[in-house]
């Protein structure tokens, strides 16, 4: 099965300008904990609530005056959207992490693979991934 | 297999007076996404990383202003540390949820029962719940 059929592919973003107000209303809004940070459709990075709870309110940073790029976490785990699933959560195994960024041959993002998407298929891979994930703790 | 086997003890607890920022702070230091409210000994509440974000930033509040009692979820699934771990699974599944507050026969806190926790002991039990729980990325 490759990882198009089975990512997600409804994708929020921001841009790497927009405040930290802005990322984290727009994930109350839209119920994602994660947004990929895009500039002109490539990815740059990646934010999630816990940059934002953990990198900036923790150490009083300006929410509206500190941008995305700031606390965006650039070093972004990605597969291509034609890989074969197995191959995908065998890296998400090796790195312990519970998703990764879809691209495609530009490098624009076309969904996310998540190990909830893995679960959908299979208990067993959804399973070690979820195990290596917790191994970086 | 019974809970306490499986947990994750839970040492670290949060006051419900305290700022929202702080519990960001200290959610940063200890590498937690999570923290149970305890009141005079009472479990209150769980705040997470991302209630922080999308409950305090997300709205427009201000973290040095919002106390954790705000913000936090009060509704807490719980199950008792010497229960059956499939007791627990059960429960998660039920609620949607992808951890519990486990407490020790006499209320006190004992620690947290996580999906992570499951993916420990079984791949299956863990993908179940994932696959129960709603997706948030």
């Known amino acids: 099965m490759k990882v198009q059929e089975l990512m997600s592919s409804e994708v929020e973003s921001v841009t790497p300008r927009a405040s930290l107000r802005h990322a984290a209303h727009k994930m109350r809004e839209t119920g994602f904990g994660v947004l990929p940070v895009l500039d002109d459709g490539r990815l740059l990075g990646i934010i999630t609530d816990r940059d934002i709870s953990c990198n900036a309110i923790a150490i009083g940073r300006d929410l509206n005056s500190t941008d995305v790029q700031t606390v965006m976490t650039t070093d972004v785990a990605t597969c291509f959207s034609d890989q074969e699933v197995d191959d995908a959560a065998r890296q998400m195994s090796e790195l312990h992490i519970r998703r990764l960024a879809v691209v495609d041959h530009d490098n624009c993002v076309t969904g996310i693979l998540s190990v909830d998407d893995l679960a959908r298929v299979s208990g067993e891979l959804a399973g070690s991934v979820l195990e290596a994930a917790t191994l970086e703790h | ?18 700022t929202a920022k702080e519990a960001a702070r200290k959610m940063h230091d200890l590498h937690i996404g999570s923290l149970p409210v305890v009141d005079d ?10 209630d922080i974000c999308c409950r305090v930033t997300g709205m427009g509040r201000d973290a040095v202003m919002t ?11 719980t199950c008792f540390d010497d229960q059956d771990v499939t007791d627990a699974v059960q429960l998660m599944v039920d609620h949607h949820i992808r951890r519990l507050a486990v407490l020790r026969r006499d209320n006190s806190m004992a620690g947290f029962l996580s999906v992570d926790d499951l993916a420990r002991n079984s791949h299956e039990l863990a993908s179940n719940v994932l696959q129960a729980t709603t997706q948030v990325h």
């Open chain 2, 1 to 18: 297999m019974k809970i306490n086997e499986l947990m994750t003890p839970g040492l670290e607890s949060i006051s419900p007076k305290t």
């Open chain 2, 41 to 50: 000994g009472e479990l209150v509440g769980i705040i997470t990383d991302r």
């Open chain 2, 67 to 77: 106390s954790v009692a705000d913000v936090m979820g009060k509704e807490v699934v």
